[in-house]
């Protein structure tokens, strides 16, 4: 069986979880050193399923834990699951550094980074589900 990937919509506690519009989303993105900027995540490793798997990657590669909320499963284009993930820390507008050598910086958003690994629609995608479904 193939391996299952992975990614975390991030949204502080604070923040409603479903936006009016794009507009009004605030996230946390990664910059990954080769992809760029992008959610969090990875595969899923044996044994876990798609929340652990995006909890840990979560905290691999941001330092933050989380709650995780709901799994919009094959949500995103390549089969794979997005799991919305509320932390409860204020979202600052600076960057901050990953322990995880291939990730760059870490920080919140409120419009997408560039270069941008995901697509602006994917991103629209996430941010307008409705999570509260």
Not at 14 to 33: F, G, K, S, T, Y
Request: aromatic share 10%.
């Amino acid at each position: 069986m193939p391996k299952k990937w992975v990614v975390a919509w991030v949204t502080p506690l604070q923040n409603p979880p479903v936006a009016i519009d794009h507009d009004d989303a605030c996230w946390l993105m990664v910059r990954h050193e080769k992809r760029g900027w992008e959610l969090p995540g990875g595969w899923v490793e044996d044994g876990e399923d798609s929340i652990r798997g995006a909890l840990r990657e979560v905290y691999e590669e941001t330092g933050l834990l989380g709650t995780a909320r709901k799994v919009a499963e094959n949500l995103a284009d390549g089969g794979g699951d997005v799991v919305w993930i509320e932390v409860d820390i204020e979202p600052v507008p600076e960057p901050w550094d990953s322990q995880d050598l291939n990730i760059k910086e870490v920080g919140w958003c409120l419009n997408p980074p560039q270069p941008l690994a995901w697509s602006e629609d994917e991103l629209r995608l996430f941010s307008c589900h409705d999570w509260m479904a």
